[in-house]
């Protein structure tokens, strides 16, 4: 299984950002999804979780700027960024718990960084 971000870019401070996360594979089943980010020099740290049933919980830093969703019959993710601050600036990583494999086992996984700047 492999999970792709796309997205990510140049945005002024107060603009909107959509990134996407799709996951492929051959027999899965996705069960809860993330974005993470890590700014430069600091840790990496959950942005959004999106559960099984489509619960959604936020960090303080995001909540009521970032909605998080989730398209389970294409496999994909998505996180909505409106008046983004040039502290939002980061790499941005997707991951999500999967169950795949005979006999099904849950693993995390993880895409590559899609890189957001948020700057005037």
């Known amino acids: 299984v492999q999970l792709q971000a796309s997205g990510g870019g140049l945005v002024q401070p107060g603009g909107s950002l959509r990134l996407s996360c799709t996951a492929s594979?051959?027999?899965?089943?996705?069960?809860?999804m993330y974005w993470y980010r890590q700014a430069p020099g600091k840790q990496r740290e959950r942005v959004a979780t999106?559960?099984?049933?489509?619960?959604?919980n936020y960090a303080d830093s995001v909540s009521g700027r970032f909605t998080i969703s989730r398209i389970d019959a294409k496999n994909t993710m998505s996180l909505q960024m409106n008046n983004l601050k040039p502290e939002d600036t980061a790499v941005y990583y997707c991951?999500?718990?999967?169950?795949?494999?005979?006999?099904?086992?849950?693993?995390?996984?993880w895409g590559y960084g899609t890189l957001v700047t948020v700057s005037s």
């Open positions: 594979g051959s027999a899965f089943n996705i069960l809860h």
């Open positions: 999106i559960s099984i049933r489509g619960i959604a």
């Open positions: 991951a999500a718990s999967i169950a795949a494999g005979s006999p099904a086992r849950v693993d995390d996984y």
